[in-house]
C-alpha cells in the first residue's frame, strides 16, 4: 500500500542555510507519525512542502497519492493545516470563521455550524464563539486555528507543533479530536520539539536535525537507543555510595555508575515509577541517607546528545 504522506531527497535552500538537506519520510495510511527536532531543524519547511506552501528545490513529496507540485490544488482539498501561519478572518467572529472553513470544504450549512460550534466547544471558545477574533489573544487564536484545521475531518492532517502554547485545558481537548480523527481513518503528520508530546500522539517518530531525518522508530525504540530509564541518586556519604550501590545492583538493567566526587549513582532500570519505589524500599531497609532520588527518562536532548553528539539547544544558542 502506498504511504499516504511520502517524501524522496527533498532539499530546500534559504540562500546558504539548507533547511532541508534530503529528507526522506514515508507515514503509513491510518497511523500517527512525529516529527521531531529543535528549533531550526526543518520541521516548518517539511510542512510546507506536504501542504504545497512552499516548492522544495529538488526531491519529490507525495501526499495521499498526489504530488504536492502537479497536483496541488487536488491535494488543498483534502488535507488540514494547522500552524504557525494562521490564516483566519480577523473581522469575523470565532464561529464564522470555523463555519466559512467548513462551507468551502463542502458541508452543508447544518453540518458546518454543528461542526464549528462542537469545536468551539472542545477548544474552550464557547465564551468568544461570537466576538471578533480581532480581540482574541494570542493562546485563543491558536485554539482556533487548530478548530479550523479539523473542521473538514481532513483524510491527511498537518499539525506543526500543535500544543506549542496551549493551556493543558485545550491540550487535552486537542489530543481527543487527534484520536477521533485516527480512529476514523485520518493519517497524521504532527511536528513537535519535546519527546514526551510525540511519545503520547504518535506511532512513530523521525528525528529530524539539520534537514534530514537521523533517527526512525517508536518512542520505546529511541528511548533505549539512548539507554533508556534511569534512577539517578544522591546520597550522603562514600559508605552510603557503596551500600547503595549493592542494594540496587538487582534492579540494574545496565551498568550502574557512581560517581565519588558527587556521591552520585545512575542505575539503568526498566519499569518506570514501580522501580523507583522498589529502589526506595531497598534503600530505605538497608538505612542508606539519600539526599535526592528521581527517575529521568530520555529526553529529546539526550536522544540529540546520543544520535548527533550536540545538544539541541545549541543551534539556538547560536543564534
Ligand atoms: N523564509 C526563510 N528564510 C530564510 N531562512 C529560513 C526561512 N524559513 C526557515 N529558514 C531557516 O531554515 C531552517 C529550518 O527552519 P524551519 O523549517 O522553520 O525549522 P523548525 O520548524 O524545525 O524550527 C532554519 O535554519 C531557519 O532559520
Ligand atoms: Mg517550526
Not at 478572518?89 to 453540518?111: H, I, K, P, Q
Not at 454543528?114 to 493562546?139: H, I
Not at 529526553?299 to 544520535?307: A, C, I, N, Q, R
Request: net charge negative; hydrophobic share 45%; aromatic share 4%.
Amino acid at each position: 500500500m502506498e504511504p499516504a504522506i511520502e517524501a524522496e531527497g527533498l532539499v530546500k535552500r534559504y540562500g546558504s542555510v539548507v533547511a532541508l538537506d534530503g529528507l526522506d519520510l514515508a507515514v503509513p495510511e491510518g497511523s500517527v507519525m512525529g516529527l521531531l527536532g529543535p528549533n531550526g531543524a526543518g520541521k516548518t519547511t517539511a510542512v510546507r512542502v506536504f501542504t504545497t506552501l512552499l516548492r522544495a528545490d529538488s526531491g519529490r513529496a507525495r501526499v495521499a497519492g498526489l504530488d504536492v507540485v502537479a497536483d496541488a490544488s487536488k491535494l488543498r482539498e483534502i488535507i488540514g493545516l494547522s500552524g504557525q501561519y494562521a490564516a483566519v478572518d480577523e473581522y469575523l467572529t470565532g464561529f464564522e470563521n470555523l463555519d466559512m472553513v467548513g462551507r468551502l470544504y463542502g458541508l452543508s450549512a447544518r453540518d458546518s455550524r454543528a461542526r464549528a460550534r462542537e469545536l468551539l466547544e472542545r477548544f474552550d471558545l464557547v465564551d468568544a464563539a461570537d466576538r471578533p477574533v480581532k480581540g482574541y489573544s494570542g493562546g485563543m487564536r491558536r485554539r482556533l486555528d487548530l478548530a479550523g484545521a479539523l473542521v473538514a475531518k481532513p483524510r491527511v492532517l498537518f499539525l506543526d507543533e500543535p500544543t506549542t502554547g496551549l493551556d493543558p485545558r485545550s491540550r487535552i481537548g486537542m489530543w481527543g479530536v487527534i484520536a477521533e480523527l485516527v480512529a476514523a481513518g485520518s493519517t497524521l503528520l504532527l511536528t513537535t520539539q519535546y519527546l514526551e508530546e510525540a511519545d503520547r500522539l504518535a506511532d512513530r517518530i523521525a528525528v529530524i536535525d539539520h534537514g534530514k531525518v537521523i533517527a526512525l522508530g517508536s518512542a520505546d525504540e529511541l528511548k533505549s537507543q539512548v539507554g533508556g530509564e534511569r534512577l539517578e541518586l544522591t546520597v550522603s556519604t562514600p559508605a552510603d555510595l557503596a551500600s547503595a550501590r549493592e542494594a540496587l545492583a538487582p534492579l540494574a538493567s545496565g551498568e550502574i555508575t557512581a560517581d565519588e566526587q558527587t556521591r552520585q549513582l545512575t542505575v539503568p532500570v526498566s519499569g518506570g515509577s514501580s522501580a523507583l519505589m522498589e529502589s526506595l524500599r531497598r534503600l530505605d531497609a538497608e538505612a542508606v541517607k539519600v539526599l535526592d532520588v528521581g527517575l529521568r527518562r530520555p529526553s529529546l536532548d539526550d536522544v540529540f546528545l546520543t544520535l548527533t553528539g550536540h545538544a539541541a539547544e545549541e543551534e539556538e544558542a547560536a543564534r
